[in-house]
């Protein structure tokens, strides 16, 4: 099912969407990779504030490439959401209402969507460029001195994503695996 939402995501617009549906994400959303997350979970230790809000947000797990003139920012493709996964579960316990990258989940972060209510969405990994133009405004909030990986929050229109993981646990990964195999789904 194809379907518009809006960012940040509250909990009972997480609760409709399923694994399989395409999503076009309109609203603001932010970005943070493995440099940013190791920050931000040393803060926490250090009982310190977040640089940005969890509750209901989206971290969309990219390092953009330098903006070309008159565009907000240059390729904005997907990283690999794995890479976070130590940190997520604790974002999540935070109230951060879905993560976008690409590829799999570690179990202890599935069970943290479920836990609460969350999504994980894919962005399509090679088209960064396609992608960056659905982010109309960039700005840099937090951790500048980590370059492509600080955190920036993104003004996005209909940006395109493929929801992995709903806040039930179903995961279209494995869903898509059965089907190939002709098991039943």
Do not use: W
């Amino acid at each position: 099912m194809e379907r518009e939402i809006l960012a940040p995501i509250d909990k009972n617009t997480a609760s409709q969407l399923r694994a399989g549906d395409m999503v076009y994400i309109s609203g603001t959303i932010y970005t943070a990779r493995d440099a940013a997350h190791k920050r931000m979970d040393e803060a926490l230790q250090r009982g310190d504030d977040l640089p940005i809000d969890m509750e209901g947000n989206l971290i969309y797990y990219m390092g953009p490439s330098p903006a070309r003139e008159g565009r907000p920012i240059g390729s904005a493709g997907p990283t690999t959401a794995s890479r976070m996964d130590k940190y997520a579960p604790r974002l999540l316990d935070l109230g951060l209402g879905g993560m976008i990258g690409k590829g799999k989940r570690s179990r202890a972060v599935i069970d943290a969507i479920i836990r609460n209510g969350s999504v994980y969405m894919a962005a399509i990994g090679g088209a960064g460029a396609l992608l960056s133009k659905a982010i109309v405004e960039s700005e840099v909030v937090a951790y500048d001195d980590l370059g492509t990986e600080a955190i920036r929050k993104l003004k996005v229109e209909r940006f395109p994503a493929i929801v992995v993981i709903d806040c039930q646990g179903n995961n279209l990964y494995e869903y898509a695996i059965r089907e190939f195999n002709n098991e039943e789904v």
